[in-house]
C-alpha cells in the first residue's frame, strides 16, 4: 500500500516540474501594472507587460492565501484582500509562481 502511495506521489512531482517549463501561452500578453489573484486559484491576466521601472500589484480577491515569486526571488505571502507590489527595473521576461499552488498558478511579466 505504501508502494502506491509512493509512486503516486513521485508522478505528482513529475507533473509539477513539467508544469513549471512554461508550456504553451495562447493569448497575447496585457498592457497593464495589476494583476488579479481571482477566483479560484489563478492570475488574471496571466501574461502581462510593463515598461522598465514599473511596478506590479498582485491583489488577491481569492477565498485562499496565495504567494507571488518571482524567479529565484523572495516568496510573498498575499492573504485574503492584501497586495503585494514588485518593481522591474530591467528588461526581460520574468515568469512567477504561487508557491503554495505551483501547478495552477503561474503567470508571466514581460518588461520591454
Ligand atoms: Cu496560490
Redesign the pocket.
Known amino acids: 500500500m505504501s508502494f502506491r502511495l509512493l509512486s503516486a506521489a513521485a508522478a505528482l512531482a513529475a507533473t509539477l516540474v513539467a508544469a513549471g517549463c512554461g508550456g504553451t501561452s495562447t493569448s497575447a500578453p496585457v498592457a497593464t501594472t495589476s494583476v488579479e489573484?481571482a477566483k479560484s486559484?489563478r492570475f488574471s491576466p496571466k501574461e502581462i507587460e510593463i515598461k522598465p521601472g514599473a511596478t506590479v500589484t498582485w491583489t488577491n480577491n481569492d477565498n485562499?492565501?496565495?504567494?507571488v515569486k518571482v524567479g529565484d526571488g523572495p516568496d510573498h505571502k498575499v492573504g485574503r484582500g492584501d497586495s503585494v507590489s514588485i518593481a522591474f527595473d530591467k528588461a526581460g521576461t520574468y515568469h512567477y509562481v504561487?508557491t503554495?499552488?505551483s501547478h495552477d498558478?503561474h503567470g508571466t511579466v514581460i518588461v520591454a
Open positions: 489573484m486559484y485562499f492565501t496565495h504567494t504561487c503554495l499552488h498558478m
